[in-house]
């Protein structure tokens, strides 16, 4: 016996809703379907955790964009991040609290940075996630950092997000432009 015909399946990891949402798929290795109003895991998806980041306003060509981009990635298999419209999203999946590396990947000269501590390396950056067992963080881009010496940031230099007004920078030596959100 077979069940309903869906009447959108998400392939190559992200699912265009009628031009309303858009979803992109990290994780997990099955496809989402969608029923009527209704959106699953399709059938004969995958088992583990899954991510799925919302988007609207977003192009069927944007949601294929979007799903080549580099994902952040945990060093705690437990821990699940998202970087969506720039806001850093992190998912404790599990029933102890978290301490893990986060690699974000940034391109360019310019790096965002979070509320927390965090490094800034060649690719991008690597934040210092803690999180309470079975908990999530959204954390916006508190400011964006660009090296008015050399053209690039330098490997090393860490980062202290104190809160919206207050960052700390301390390691190698460079000029900085330190740029607030908003």
Do not use: M
Not at 71 to 78: C, F, L, Q, R
């Amino acid at each position: 016996a077979s069940g309903p015909v869906p009447a959108l399946r998400s392939e190559g990891g992200w699912l265009d809703v009628d031009g309303r949402a858009g979803l992109v798929i990290r994780g997990g290795r099955g496809p989402l379907a969608v029923y009527g109003d209704t959106i699953v895991l399709a059938e004969g998806g995958g088992t583990g955790p899954l991510l799925v980041e919302g988007h609207c306003g977003v192009s069927a060509d944007g949601l294929r964009e979007l799903a080549r981009r580099p994902v952040p990635t945990a060093g705690d298999e437990k821990v699940r991040a998202a970087v969506t419209d720039g806001h850093l999203s992190l998912f404790n999946l599990s029933d102890r609290a978290a301490r893990t590396p986060v690699t974000l990947v940034q391109e360019g000269r310019r790096r965002e940075v979070y509320e927390g501590e965090q490094v800034v390396t060649r690719d991008g950056l690597r934040y210092e996630a803690r999180l309470e067992a079975a908990s999530a963080l959204l954390l916006p881009p508190r400011f964006t950092l660009v090296p008015l010496s050399g053209r690039s940031l330098p490997n090393g230099l860490r980062v202290e997000v104190v809160d919206a007004a207050t960052v700390r920078l301390t390691g190698p030596v460079c000029r900085v432009r330190v740029e607030a959100q908003g």
